[in-house]
């Protein structure tokens, strides 16, 4: 099985309320990204289709000193941002926002 895994460089994250709002680059484009809590489930949607058919993806948020965050979310479709529903990453950004610059989708 071939494993891909697409990533995103954090170029800027900022809390809102009781989300996250920012942008993120990937291959040279620029997307924009919001990170929330799972009001409607967990959510993953990216501003293109993943090239494979596997329904769940791990999201891991990455920075330096092995600091990391990941969850297991279901593919939701595209939508215009990088769109990210997870209890377990919302509440870690709340404490770590700034310390974590990379986000990788993996198909493993």
């Given at each position: 099985?071939?494993?891909?895994?697409?990533?995103?460089?954090?170029?800027?994250?900022?809390?809102?309320?009781?989300?996250?709002?920012?942008?993120?680059?990937?291959?040279?484009?620029?997307?924009?990204?919001?990170?929330?809590?799972?009001?409607?489930?967990?959510?993953?949607?990216?501003?293109?289709?993943?090239?494979?058919?596997?329904?769940?993806?791990?999201?891991?948020?990455?920075?330096q000193?092995?600091?990391?965050?990941?969850?297991?979310?279901?593919?939701?479709?595209?939508?215009?941002?990088?769109?990210?529903?997870?209890?377990?990453?919302?509440?870690y950004?709340?404490?770590?926002?700034?310390?974590?610059?990379?986000?990788?989708?993996?198909?493993?």
């Amino acid at each position: 099985m071939k494993v891909f895994v697409i990533s995103f460089k954090i170029q800027k994250l900022d809390i809102s309320q009781s989300y996250f709002f920012g942008d993120v680059e990937f291959r040279n484009d620029k997307y924009k990204i919001n990170i929330q809590n799972q009001k409607r489930g967990k959510v993953l949607k990216l501003p293109f289709e993943i090239g494979t058919k596997k329904n769940h993806y791990i999201v891991r948020f990455s920075g330096q000193g092995d600091l990391f965050v990941e969850d297991l979310l279901p593919f939701c479709g595209q939508s215009e941002w990088v769109e990210i529903d997870s209890d377990i990453i919302t509440y870690y950004l709340a404490d770590h926002q700034d310390q974590l610059d990379t986000i990788e989708i993996v198909d493993e």
